[in-house]
């Protein structure tokens, strides 16, 4: 009896504290799910040609509230490839001026 007891009183406990987990982060998985769908579509996007990546274990994906500084309330989403090519930068952001990559808020 005594060990019904302790198992009721543990669930009532546990129950609600795993529910009020799932509550909290699931705006944390959701921006997460969006920023890895944005990566893999920035990933997935043609290098300019001419270029390589530089480093493949030298990718960088961030998130978080005014990366770039600032007082807004606002969140910025950051990835970073780094490469290596013979383009002049003109040539270099007239390559990527020119991409059609969805942002993270954009669920496909």
């Known amino acids: 009896m005594v060990r019904v007891v302790w198992v009721v009183v ?6 609600p504290l ?5 509550l909290v982060m699931n705006p944390v998985w959701r921006d997460d799910a969006r920023l890895e769908a944005f990566y893999e579509r920035v990933a997935a996007y043609p290098l300019p040609p001419g270029s390589r990546e530089a480093f493949l274990q030298d990718r960088d994906v961030t998130f978080g509230k005014n990366l770039v500084g600032g007082s807004g309330s606002y969140c910025d989403y950051r990835v970073r490839i780094t490469l290596e090519t013979s383009l002049s930068p003109e040539e270099f ?10 942002g ?5």
């Open 18 to 22: 795993v529910g009020l987990f799932v």
């Open 104 to 108: 993270p808020s954009i669920r496909r």
């Open 93 to 102: 952001r007239r390559h990527y001026a020119g991409a059609a990559i969805a």
């Open 10 to 15: 543990a669930a009532l406990v546990v129950i």
